[in-house]
């Protein structure tokens, strides 16, 4: 498909679809959503001249993956997001059948995105380029076509480069498949973003003591916090354990030592990054006040997608809301970003006995709770937060099957924060020493409701509704 014929779909899929997305009552109020069709891995995000930029896989033509563009954004205070239109269309012969995930950087005063270009030959036969794009005056990006080709020794299945600057040279962690199925991450530099000089394999399966871990490493990103090398990636492959890798495709987080000179990480275990249903290919930037900034894709490939029930509105899927990440105690914690307080209404207090606390409205809503004995938190009819000496459960109506599922984390709970908008769960515990991730669908103005023989205080703040579509 020409750029024109891009152009011409897409303004075809905006006008015919933005009023029947909005009147989604699912559609997420303060999260970042499409304005039509389907959203996922969320790629690009920058602090660049000021304001913090990010772009998304993007799919406007339907509610389907398939050849994907990238949409993107911008904002002041990650709260308020304006949407920009596309950034990137799959129109050259490198990336015909999709412009897939990638980073951006700030390439002496120019916004320069490095991504995958994703060509595939058959049903078993592909490759992929590294390609560069540079913003242009006016906003829009010139592509400068592939970087880098397939490394020796790997499958057509290598993509989502994460770029970054250190010590005068710039490096890339990507994505990669070797030619016996084991899942890989590799680690090169540059000094110009043009030309690439493979280190070696950062870590992966059958690397750094680990047994078989998976037939692929998708969207790693690499980054120093408090003194050690931190390592997210999502291994696909991981067989289901008793309450572990219960997803189809897991994200978590390794952390160690890299050898700059060698490119490996000396590491330790593989630990999940989020508990919940659904958390992915999260991606991470530095700010200018020295955060280490995260947002990841409320959403899984290959899993429940065809059957959400906003694909009747013309949309599908939304990212996690922006969270710190900090290093405590050997772990890795998450929290939301403090400047979602200002999304807060009117603060309301309570304490006593779960069974006789007020209902409270649960479609928009932030909650800080410390809970002793059982409570169980209803969210709408679809799911369920159970809290008692043992740990934590959450229990949801899963959409396809008309089942209920759960996730469990083991272990003392001291405290909670609850953020909720419309159609998502997110969950912060212990200060964020762990977090739990979940799309589900109540339907409109869903209600909080209480349950158990435990005691509650809480304070609770309704939410409000922020996002532009455009």
């Not at 690397?207 to 037939?215: K, M, T, W």
């Not at 291994?235 to 030592?257: F, H, I, T």
């Not at 459960?393 to 008309?402: A, D, P, Q, T, V």
């Amino acid at each position: 498909m020409t750029e024109q014929q891009w152009l011409n779909r897409l303004s075809e899929a905006l006008l015919g679809g933005l009023n029947r997305a909005e009147g989604d009552p699912h559609r997420p109020g303060w999260h970042i959503a499409a304005p039509v069709g389907l959203l996922n891995d969320p790629n690009g995000f920058i602090q660049f001249d000021g304001r913090y930029r990010l772009f998304y896989q993007w799919n406007p033509l339907a509610c389907a993956h398939g050849a994907k563009a990238w949409g993107q954004l911008v904002s002041d205070d990650l709260v308020h997001w304006q949407h920009l239109g596309l950034a990137l269309a799959p129109t050259e012969d490198y990336e015909r059948n999709g412009c897939y995930s990638g980073s951006a950087v700030d390439n002496n005063g120019e916004l320069t995105l490095i991504y995958t270009g994703n060509v595939k030959y058959d049903r078993e036969r592909r490759t992929a380029f590294q390609c560069l794009a540079v913003e242009r005056e006016f906003g829009e990006f010139e592509k400068l076509g592939p970087v880098l080709d397939l490394p020796e020794g790997y499958t057509g299945h290598v993509r989502d480069p994460k770029v970054w600057r250190h010590d005068g040279h710039w490096w890339m962690v990507l994505a990669a498949q070797s030619e016996d199925g084991q899942g890989k991450v590799l680690l090169y530099r540059s000094a110009d973003l043009h030309h690439w000089q493979q280190l070696g394999v950062l870590a992966g399966s059958r690397e750094q003591g680990l047994d078989e871990f998976g037939y692929m490493w998708e969207c790693p990103d690499l980054f120093e916090l408090d003194g050690r090398h931190v390592l997210i990636c999502c291994p696909q492959g991981l067989p289901a354990e008793a309450d572990r890798y219960r997803n189809l495709y897991q994200c978590g987080w390794l952390a160690g030592e890299l050898d700059w000179h060698s490119g490996r990480l000396a590491h330790g275990d593989f630990h999940e990054l989020d508990l919940g249903f659904e958390f992915y290919a999260p991606q991470t930037t530095l700010d200018d006040q020295g955060r280490r900034l995260l947002i990841g894709w409320l959403g899984l490939p290959d899993d429940n997608e065809p059957a959400q029930p906003t694909r009747d509105y013309g949309w599908m899927n939304q990212l996690s809301c922006p969270r710190v990440l900090s290093w405590r105690q050997g772990k890795l914690y998450q929290n939301p970003v403090p400047e979602l307080a200002a999304l807060r209404g009117e603060a309301f207090d309570w304490q006593g006995l779960a069974v006789q606390a007020p209902r409270l409205q649960g479609g928009r809503a932030e909650l800080e709770l410390v809970i002793s004995g059982e409570v169980r938190l209803y969210l709408g009819q679809a799911a369920v937060l159970t809290v008692n000496a043992g740990g934590l459960e959450l229990r949801r109506l899963n959409w396809r099957s008309g089942e209920w599922e759960s996730r469990r984390r083991h272990g003392p709970v001291t405290d909670l924060r609850l953020l909720l908008d419309s159609s998502s769960i997110e969950l912060f515990i212990n200060e964020g020493e762990a977090a739990m991730s979940a799309r589900y669908f109540p339907g409109a103005n869903p209600e909080i409701r209480w349950g158990g023989a435990g005691e509650t205080r809480f304070r609770y703040w309704p939410l409000a509704p922020v996002l532009r579509s455009s």
